[in-house]
């Protein structure tokens, strides 16, 4: 009946709102609300150019952007058992996990590799806060244990990424003894004499902060970033008190002397070599790679060839 509204004013607005580019490749900042061309976010690690704010960036990403000419070696983490306790909430567990993969391509919520940074030879691990909640289960734990184990049998510092919303709750009571397992696999470090420095990133929340994440020998976070126990919203109705401004971030933190450093993912390769450099006693990074050989460098190699041909003829 009412044709008007319901069939000539869609196909009007259809026409007028068409976008001329398809919606992936802008995207909005959370931070500032500025529309950001994708491949200006990818160059610049996911932080927003206009107001600094730091984005999720995959544990792929991040390594790519890490080591030199984005070259690692993934190292292999045991297999848990899967689901354990048959978890079911409105999903099953399994069913869960599926999703979680194919939303993420990747196959848990940690990823551990091995390479180099500004020459400087490390193990790395970082959590995905995309893959549910980057939440530490039993894979992670292995994850960790794997990372440490890599970083005593090639003598290399332990780099860590933390991203986290806390224990898995479909592993129920196994999600929690990653606590101690994980502190054992930092501990495999010390007495190797190895670094192991934590960087902290948005969210680091739960029982990762109340083990692994926060144990490293230097401890960074990402500006900006949640790190807590209980998040602010829990203390402020256990407290019944206003929290301060800022509280629980990572500026605050640094105040308040839990941690060492905040430093711009922009940053943050750079700060990491000259760290490792640093407690691994090896000389001071170098800045700058030497150019490749260009075409006029290769030349003159023909006629001493030449030469070597005929002597070897004759
Ligand atoms: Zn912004």
Request: glycine content about 8%; aromatic content about 6%; some cysteine.
């Amino acid at each position: 009946m009412n044709w008007i509204t319901n069939y000539v004013r869609p196909r009007i607005n259809s026409i007028f709102s068409r976008r001329e580019v398809p919606d992936n490749l802008w995207s909005k900042c959370d931070g500032c609300g500025t529309m950001l061309f994708h491949r200006e976010i990818s160059d610049n690690l996911n932080v927003c150019t206009s107001c600094g704010h730091h984005m999720h960036i995959t544990p792929r990403d991040r390594f790519t952007a890490l080591f030199d000419g984005g070259v690692f070696a993934e190292v292999a983490v045991p297999d848990p058992l899967p689901d354990p306790l048959h978890f079911r909430d409105q999903k099953r567990y399994p069913e869960r996990m599926k999703a979680a993969q194919k939303s993420t391509h990747e196959k848990e919520a940690m990823l551990v590799a091995a390479g180099e940074i500004g020459h400087t030879p490390i193990v790395a691990a970082a959590q995905d806060f995309s893959f549910m909640g980057g939440s530490m289960g039993m894979y992670v734990g292995n994850a960790i244990i794997a990372a440490a184990k890599e970083a005593v049998k090639l003598r290399r510092p332990l780099v860590l990424f933390s991203a986290a919303g806390g224990a898995r709750m479909q592993e129920g009571i196994l999600s929690l003894m990653q606590m101690p397992r994980t502190t054992v696999a930092v501990q495999m470090l010390r007495e190797a004499g190895l670094p192991y420095i934590v960087v902290l990133t948005h969210p680091t929340t739960g029982g990762v902060t109340a083990s692994y994440a926060m144990l490293g020998d230097v401890q960074i976070a990402e500006p900006n970033a949640l790190i807590c126990f209980a998040g602010p919203r829990v203390i402020e109705q256990t407290i019944r008190e206003k929290l301060p401004e800022g509280f629980q971030r990572a500026e605050y933190l640094l105040e308040h002397g839990m941690l060492d450093r905040v430093t711009d993912r922009r940053q943050m390769r750079e700060e990491l070599i000259v760290i490792c450099r640093m407690l691994m006693k090896l000389p001071p990074p170098v800045w700058g790679e030497l150019p490749a050989p260009g075409p006029e460098d290769a030349a003159p190699a023909k006629e001493p060839n030449k030469a070597l041909d005929e002597a070897t003829k004759g």
